[in-house]
Every structure is written in structure tokens, then in C-alpha cells.
């Protein structure tokens, strides 16, 4: 992994939904999160305002994202340019 590179790590939950961007040397880039009244953590909703909080302004080229639900990465990527994802 390059040294630009950066990863998002996504943490879907019951009720909110967590998102952290790190470099590959480990810094933090960027957090997200999403939480609210009848909004489920596993939600496509709650997962992209987690991720876009989480990106920011900061458009990392590789990305890659680590997640237990890769299935929304598609609306993802047409913000982001996703070099590769794993599903854990």
C-alpha cells in the first residue's frame, strides 16, 4: 500500500453507524458518524453520511474500505475512486 494511500473503516451498528479514514501509517484523516431518530446503523443512509462525514473534503487515491456490509460500496464509489474493499 502506498504511502497516500488511506483506508475507511466502517462500523455499521444497530441504531448509528461509525466511519474512520487512516492514512496507511495509521493517522487519522476523518471521522464520521450517523445517528437519529428511525434511522437504522445498517441503513444505506446512515453508512454514507458516515462515510462522507468521515471523507470530508479529503479524497484519498487508493482508498480502500473494510467493512462486515460491503453491499452500498457501488452509490459509494461514485463519489470516491474505491481501488479495492474486503468484506471481514
Given at each position: 500500500?502506498s504511502?497516500?494511500?488511506?483506508?475507511?473503516?466502517?462500523?455499521?451498528?444497530?441504531?448509528?453507524?461509525?466511519?474512520?479514514?487512516?492514512?496507511?501509517?495509521?493517522?487519522?484523516?476523518?471521522?464520521?458518524?450517523?445517528?437519529?431518530?428511525?434511522?437504522?446503523?445498517?441503513?444505506?443512509?446512515?453508512?454514507?453520511?458516515?462515510a462522507?462525514?468521515?471523507?470530508?473534503?479529503?479524497?484519498?487515491?487508493?482508498?480502500?474500505?473494510?467493512s462486515?456490509?460491503?453491499?452500498?460500496?457501488?452509490?459509494?464509489?461514485?463519489?470516491?475512486?474505491?481501488?479495492?474493499?474486503?468484506?471481514?
Amino acid at each position: 500500500m502506498s504511502a497516500d494511500a488511506a483506508i475507511l473503516a466502517l462500523d455499521p451498528g444497530g441504531t448509528k453507524c461509525h466511519a474512520l479514514l487512516v492514512r496507511a501509517d495509521g493517522q487519522a484523516l476523518g471521522w464520521g458518524s450517523s445517528e437519529g431518530s428511525g434511522l437504522s446503523g445498517r441503513s444505506e443512509q446512515a453508512l454514507l453520511l458516515a462515510a462522507r462525514g468521515a471523507l470530508g473534503r479529503y479524497v484519498p487515491e487508493p482508498l480502500a474500505i473494510a467493512s462486515l456490509q460491503p453491499r452500498y460500496f457501488a452509490k459509494l464509489s461514485t463519489n470516491v475512486f474505491i481501488s479495492s474493499f474486503r468484506k471481514l
